[in-house]
């Protein structure tokens, strides 16, 4: 009852996902509430939240009904059915330069399936808001989550063939300092990313200045195949671009920090068929492409008889 009222977002979807009335699930929730003599919910006319005893209660719950609920699907035969709503907690880079081109097919695959793909700069209360999975960059915060990295990806520092005509190609990191260079902001502080470059165990950070202040990482992309400034972009995102030459890897010789791409998940145990399809869905995605066959050379003509002389 309680994960219906939180999953749902209200004691009326809650009554419409269990087949009951919304004051039978009101009540329900009283009783509950009444037993262990603390208060779950917050409720005005307008709002429905979970207290902090709800959140603890239901960040506790929720992995034994998800458990519960897989056990009943295995034990059905049905274990691989991907189906109902899954609800996905990622980043905007994730979601917009990795993802979105291929969640037709994901979706063709799974037809029984409805995604929703919140794109958000904070992780959030993952069980509390209801999500079934996140996939985000960067090292996971400490938490009840189950993490699985899925990949590491590069951080490299391009520009456009025509911006480097236009300005000359740094020869070295500490060359930005004469260059146009896009600022992203870091949503934790609300200040810049620093820049920093990476050979074997030597770490350079390089101070870099620029007019541009961004954090969506469209307009980042958008902005820096204009031709206008030199960024920092995770390779992960941009590979085709690298490969075709509309951006270049101006240090190679530095390939910078790699960041890891995690999948966070609550369930500890039999983690649903949907949550699986999804994992195996972005490592498929993120997988790096196999490296084209080589040509074998052609066989050599074969040497042509003399003649005898006379």
């Given at each position: ?48 939240n979970l207290t902090d005893e709800g959140r603890l209660l239901y960040a506790n719950i929720n992995p034994l009904v998800l458990g519960i609920e897989d056990a009943v699907t295995i034990a059905s035969g049905s274990s691989g ?230």
């Open positions: 009852m309680l994960a219906a009222v939180v999953e749902g977002g209200s004691f009326a979807s809650a009554a419409t996902a269990l087949g009951l009335t919304p004051s039978g699930v009101s009540r329900a929730i009283a009783r509950l509430e009444g037993r262990i003599g603390v208060r779950l919910f917050d409720r005005t006319t307008r709002s429905l059915a991907v189906r109902g709503r899954l609800r996905v907690n990622t980043d905007a880079f994730t979601s917009r330069l990795l993802l979105a081109q291929h969640l037709p097919r994901f979706l063709a695959q799974h037809p029984e399936l409805t995604l929703e793909l919140i794109a958000r700069e904070q992780l959030g209360d993952l069980v509390a808001e209801g999500f079934d999975i996140a996939v985000r960059f960067g090292e996971p915060p400490s938490s009840s989550l189950v993490a699985r990295k899925l990949m590491d990806s590069r951080v490299v520092t391009v520009a456009t063939p025509a911006y480097v005509a236009r300005h000359g190609r740094p020869a070295k990191p500490a060359d930005l300092a004469g260059h146009a260079c896009l600022q992203v902001r870091n949503p934790v502080t609300g200040q810049p990313f620093g820049w920093e470059f990476q050979r074997g165990r030597k770490l350079l950070k390089v101070p870099t200045a620029g007019r541009l202040l961004l954090s969506d990482p469209g307009t980042i992309l958008e902005t820096t195949l204009a031709g206008i400034c030199v960024a920092q972009i995770k390779a992960v995102g941009i590979q085709p671009l690298l490969d075709r030459g509309a951006l270049m890897d101006l240090f190679p010789d530095w390939p910078g920090e790699r960041i890891p791409l995690y999948a966070l998940y609550p369930s500890r145990h039999l983690p649903a068929a949907k949550v699986r399809a999804f994992i195996d869905f972005v490592r498929e995605v993120v997988a790096p492409a196999p490296a084209p066959a080589p040509v074998p050379a052609p066989s050599p003509a074969p040497a042509a008889k003399s003649k005898p002389r006379r």
